[in-house]
């Protein structure tokens, strides 16, 4: 039997670039989920008997929020439920299933690399029947709706049991419990040269992977060590912890701090990785050799017709436009094109749905292709894996031999976190003002060329995304962005994005900090950000 459950609307449940993140105390409040679950199947409204993915990175609330879901979709006319095993799925994972399966759409509950436990974050994000996440028509008509809710629906039934195989009725409905892990490492079996990685492994190939207390522990397991042969233990942090462990569960140089302590130590293997709270994201180190996400992306693009999956070649490359422009040149030298979008996984869907890219990646760590309308940080790890077995090269001698031939975009991203929103929206209002008066303007050695708000033409669909970041780009190529990240659950986070270019010939192995110099003082210069934000440095530099 449906019962309806009066409510009252809820100020600010309007999702971000990847859902709705709050802290867990306010997630945990009456009817503060259930009136954001309802809204997206308000909005969605599911066809009779459709099926519903969900599931989640494990995090403090995850449990709570699925029984919850289940039933609201129950009482909502969906049929069927698939759920991860103890409400685990990766996103990349969740992507995948939706795709598999059929799905109408899923509910992937994360806050990606933020903390987790009682006191953090929790997050809900509603994905489309491509597996992508919905596309701003949709998010916001859910954060509409959210504002005019009057009442959610539920059925009266025990909670599921999330942790046997098998399947339940709820209701109507039925909710299938899925091994979370079987479907995504099978497809990954299609696409990687599993047999040349476990000759490499039996010739000596080493390797680490810190899966951060978080969710691919066991997909890390079953393929690294399981399917590919690295030995017990290569995969650290392997299980998935509703706090994290106490850590952030966010792959870069101060929260893997453990991770290139191995990698630029004495002992360190071949090859090191690490992925995130909910596995979308993705680190690459070598043995003393740190690859950013942009020049990952770069560098997978170039050499992943030798796995099988790409062996066709690529349709074309995606990047989000605080991304570096070292991906453009391998588009450029291959003869496909090269897409920039708004920062947003959403965007490319489009793209990769219109057979018009097939590899994507953000510099926020978050590389993917058309397997999925999900970032895959596991996947990335593998390309890498794969292109290092057949070439038979480290990760260091790739790298050189790359920068050799395109040129090096020295690169970083500053992160000022939880800033007064005031202060951040006066910071960037202020700049906004002021670019048109930059070109001509000279800042040490730098002089401004071009200076604009970005603004996204979608080549798919026509439509337009404005204000998408402040962009001051130099002569000789080098480039500040600055943005407003909307992935965070308190006050605001500042992102300044810093990318020197170096051609072939040039200095191509100097220190990143010292190549920035000049970009690093020209950024505050441009827009006071000590004036504004008090802060002397950023929060975290990747």
Known sequence: MIVTVPTTPFAGQKPGTSGLRKKVKVFAQANYAENFIQSVFDVVRP??????????????????????????????????????KGGILSTPAASHVIRKYGASGGLVLSASHNPGGPDEDFGIKY????????PEGITDAIYARTQGIDRWLTVETPDVDLDAIGETAVGTMTVAVIDPV??????????????????AVADGLTATFDAMSAVTGPYAIE??????????????NGIPLEDFGGHHPDPNMVHAKELFDTMFGPDAPDFGAASDGDGDRNLIVGKARFVTPSDSLA??????????????????????????????????????????????????????????????????????????????GLWAVLLWLNILAVRKI???????????????????????????????????????????TLPGKAFGPLTVAVADSFSYLDPVDGSTSANQGLRVLFEGGSRIVFRLSGTGTEGATLRVY??????????????????LSDLIAAADAIAGIVRHTGRNEPSVIT
């Open 47 to 84: 066809e009779p008997g459709a099926i519903l993915v969900i599931g989640g990175d494990g995090r403090y609330h995850n449990r709570t929020v699925i029984q919850q879901a289940i039933r609201i979709a129950a009482a909502n006319g969906y049929g069927r439920v698939l759920v991860g």
């Open 127 to 134: 994905n489309i029947a491509n597996g992508g996440p919905a």
């Open 182 to 199: 079987a479907d995504y490492a099978d497809l990954m079996e299609t696409l990687f040269d599993f047999a040349a990685i476990r000759q």
């Open 223 to 236: 393929i690294l060590e399981k399917r590919l042969g690295f030995p017990a233990g290569t995969v650290r």
């Open 299 to 376: 560098m997978l693009a170039a050499n992943a017709h030798l796995a099988p999956g790409y062996a066709a070649g690529l349709k074309g490359i995606a990047r989000s436009m605080p991304t570096s422009a070292a991906a453009d040149r391998v588009a450029q030298a291959l003869g496909i094109p090269l897409y920039e979008t708004p920062t947003g996984w959403k965007f490319f869907g489009n793209l990769l749905d219109a057979g018009m890219a097939t590899i994507c990646g953000e510099e926020s760590a978050g590389t993917g292709s058309d397997h999925v309308r999900e970032k895959d």
């Open 394 to 436: 480290s990760v260091d001698a790739l790298a050189r031999e790359h920068w050799a031939l395109y040129g090096r975009n020295y690169y970083a991203r500053h992160d000022y976190e939880a800033l007064p929103t005031e202060a951040a929206d006066a910071l960037m209002s202020e700049l906004s003002a002021s670019l048109s």
């Open 498 to 515: 810093l990318e020197r270019f170096e051609p072939a010939g040039g200095e191509l192995d100097r220190e990143t900090p010292d190549m």
